[in-house]
């Protein structure tokens, strides 16, 4: 019953989305006065006018009745457990790397001597 709730709650939200795009702002109607063509439309100068603004508040208050009819819904529907509990705990990495291995007494120690350079030869050639 909710997903169908939900369905028709979605269907009347694009209905009045293209109800509302095809309503004429009020400034729309100063062109019909000079004869701009308004009047020859199938609902007449006037009549399209209020009967897409009847069917947009009909519209209106049943998206209004099924949202209210969606929050009972919803309101209702508890759960005991957390989503954090529901879902399956990972063992991770640790966050900090380990130390490096200490050195051992047979290992000789780092020369503190500089590297032969190879630009020592023949500087006065």
Known sequence: MYTALLVVHLVL???????VLMQQGKGADAGAA?????????????????FLS???GVLA??????SLVLAMLSSHQTSSTSVMQSTPQEQSAPAVPAAPPAKSANQPAPSSQPAPSSSTQGAGQ
């Open 13 to 19: 939200c694009a209905a009045i989305i293209v109800l």
């Open 54 to 56: 009847k069917v947009t």
């Open 61 to 66: 208050a049943g998206f209004f009745l099924t």
């Open 34 to 50: 000079f004869g701009s063509g308004a009047s020859g439309t199938v609902f007449g100068a006037r009549g399209s006018a209020s």
